[in-house]
T-cell receptor
Framework: QKEVEQDPGPLSVPEGAIVSLNCTYS??????FMWYRQYSRKGPELLMY????GNKEDGRFTAQVDKSSKYISLFIRDSQPSDSATYLC?????????FGSGTKLNVKP | DAGVIQSPRHEVTEMGQEVTLRCKPI?????LFWYRQTMMRGLELLIY????????DSGMPEDRFSAKMPNASFSTLKIQPSEPRDSAVYFC????????????FGNGTRLTVT
């Protein structure tokens, strides 16, 4: 079993929709969770990070961690065409990072 | 902050040739990582260094792959000899060695081996 599992999509939504991106992880020791956004032909860039359980909000983005079910989510409100990218969830332990395979999102104008 | 700088951005080479990828981490970051990304396998960690010392190279696929970090501001990943199955995007990333410090990625080197 991979440490982090993510639905690869692709996910296609109309502009303005609420987007939900999800991952599961296997090791309950993980406490630090990240979402990276990767545009085509670019490196992943950090979008949000959270520590332990709960929600973290940054503008139109909300990251949510449910440690009881080992489930992490990223919500995008009022999605824009500029949000079209691949989103990777990640966690880490002892300087080793574990990435999901990425979900490709397309927001249609 | 210049970010992580990788060169070249694109490399096309013939099977059997030596390929060298270069990375300059963010100043002050003491951990450096080399990843490979493909559609089939996603992001795979090849090797990571801490304070210029290789800590975990278990992801290096074969002896054809080698990596060095001669100082805190420079690292290389070498493939010799290259094979078509090495075609991928290779990313370098760095971070400061603290518990809540994220990875910062470069924009990658797209390698094509024909």
């Amino acid at each position: 079993q991979k440490e982090v599992e993510q639905d690869p999509g692709p996910l296609s939504v109309p502009e303005g929709a609420i987007v939900s991106l999800n991952c599961t992880y296997s090791n309950s020791a993980f406490q630090y969770f990240m979402w990276y956004r990767q545009y085509s032909r670019k490196g992943p860039e950090l979008l949000m990070y959270t520590y332990s359980s709960g929600n973290k909000e940054d503008g139109r983005f909300t990251a949510q961690v449910d440690k009881s079910s080992k489930y992490i989510s990223l919500f995008i409100r009022d999605s824009q065409p500029s949000d079209s990218a691949t989103y990777l969830c990640a966690t880490y332990n002892f300087n080793k990072f574990y990435f999901g395979s990425g979900t490709k999102l397309n927001v249609k104008p | 902050d210049a970010g992580v700088i990788q060169s070249p951005r694109h490399e096309v080479t013939e099977m059997g040739q030596e390929v060298t990828l270069r990375c300059k981490p963010i100043s002050g970051h003491n951990s450096l990582f080399w990843y490979r990304q493909t559609m089939m396998r996603g992001l795979e960690l090849l090797i990571y260094f801490n304070n210029n010392v290789p800590i975990d190279d278990s992801g290096m696929p074969e002896d054809r792959f080698s990596a060095k970090m001669p100082n805190a501001s420079f690292s290389t990943l070498k493939i010799q000899p290259s094979e078509p199955r090495d075609s991928a995007v290779y990313f370098c990333a760095s971070r400061r060695d603290s518990y809540n410090s994220p990875l910062h990625f470069g924009n990658g080197t797209r390698l094509t081996v024909t």
